[in-house]
């Protein structure tokens, strides 16, 4: 006869030492950034710092702040660094608008502003020399799980 050994149940969502695989990532901005030890506190295991928003001293500041209240709680909180990526932005159209249909031909042209007729200006420098002409449009393939809910319905 085998001993019985005592096992602590381990939800699956939790590692062997009871911390959770889950991440709760909160964005610190200037609302929040003084109430960094509660959010540690209430479960926080990821902090984000937009880097659209503030100036180089606001960024260092919230890093010494969640480096500091991490480690008064002696527990490893990681940081998000989230980088602004490229705008990509659209000039104007006549009349506010163009509703384009299958066969029409438009031009895309660099530039910013109010297009001509039949033009899409994009201020995006490299966007003309990054497309060839003619280049197909892939479509994107739906994933598994997408294609059996939608043969399940």
Same mark, same amino acid.
Request: with cysteine; hydrophobic share 35%; proline share 4%.
């Given at each position: 006869?085998?001993?019985?050994?005592?096992?602590? /149940? &381990?939800? *699956?969502?939790?590692?062997?030492?009871?911390?959770?695989?889950? +991440?709760?990532?909160?964005?610190?901005?200037?609302?929040?950034?003084?109430?960094?030890?509660?959010?540690?506190?209430?479960?926080?295991?990821?902090?984000?710092?937009? @880097?659209?928003?503030?100036?180089?001293?606001?960024?260092?500041?919230?890093? +010494? +702040?969640?480096?500091?209240?991490? *480690?008064?709680?002696?527990?490893? &909180?990681?940081? /998000?660094? *989230?980088?602004?990526?490229?705008?990509?932005?659209?000039?104007?159209?006549?009349?506010?608008?163009?509703?384009? +249909?299958?066969?029409?031909?438009?031009?895309?042209?660099?530039?910013?502003?109010?297009?001509?007729?039949? *033009? &899409? /200006?994009?201020? @995006?420098?490299? @966007?003309?020399?990054? &497309?060839?002409?003619?280049?197909?449009?892939?479509?994107?393939?739906?994933?598994?799980?997408?294609?059996?809910?939608?043969?399940?319905?």
């Amino acid at each position: 006869m085998t001993p019985d050994i005592e096992k602590p /149940l &381990v939800n *699956d969502s939790q590692k062997s030492d009871g911390r959770s695989h889950t +991440k709760i990532v909160a964005t610190i901005g200037p609302a929040c950034e003084d109430r960094i030890g509660e959010l540690i506190a209430a479960g926080m295991s990821v902090a984000r710092i937009n @880097f659209s928003h503030g100036s180089e001293e606001d960024f260092l500041r919230r890093v +010494k +702040k969640i480096r500091s209240e991490a *480690d008064a709680r002696m527990t490893a &909180v990681g940081i /998000l660094s *989230d980088i602004q990526g490229p705008k990509m932005r659209m000039g104007r159209f006549p009349g506010g608008e163009v509703v384009a +249909k299958a066969g029409d031909r438009l031009r895309l042209r660099q530039g910013s502003g109010t297009a001509q007729s039949g *033009d &899409v /200006l994009f201020n @995006f420098g490299g @966007f003309m020399e990054a &497309v060839q002409i003619g280049q197909p449009h892939r479509r994107r393939r739906r994933s598994s799980r997408a294609r059996r809910a939608r043969d399940r319905a």
